[in-house]
C-alpha cells in the first residue's frame, strides 16, 4: 500500500513536472518566434536604409556631375567668347592690311 502510494505521487509529480515542461516549451516557443519577427522587421529595416543610403549617394554623385557638366559648359561658353574676340582681332587686322594707306597731310 505503501509502495501504490509512492507510486501515485510520483506519477502526480511526474505529471505536474511535464505540465510544467510543455507551459515552459510553449513559452520559449512563443519567445523564439518574437526573436525571428523581430530580427525579420530589423533585416528589412537595414536593407530599406542601405536602399536609402545608396539612392541619397548616387542622388549626390549626380549632382555633383551636374555640377561638374555646369562648370565644363561655362568653361567652354567663356573659351568660345574668347575665340570669337580673337577672330574679330584678326579681321581687324586683316582689313587694316587690306586699306589703301591713308594720305599723308
Partial sequence: ?????????????????????????????????????????????????QTEHFAAQAEG?????TQRVKAADARAQALANQVTKLEGMLQMVNNSRRAPPAPAS
Fill in 1 to 49: 500500500a505503501e509502495a501504490a502510494k509512492e507510486v501515485a505521487e510520483l506519477t502526480g509529480a511526474n505529471a505536474k513536472l511535464r505540465a510544467q515542461l510543455q507551459a515552459l516549451a510553449g513559452k520559449v516557443e512563443g519567445e523564439v518566434d518574437q526573436a525571428v519577427a523581430r530580427m525579420e522587421h530589423a533585416t528589412h529595416v537595414k536593407s530599406r536604409l
Fill in 61 to 65: 554623385m549626380t549632382r555633383a556631375f
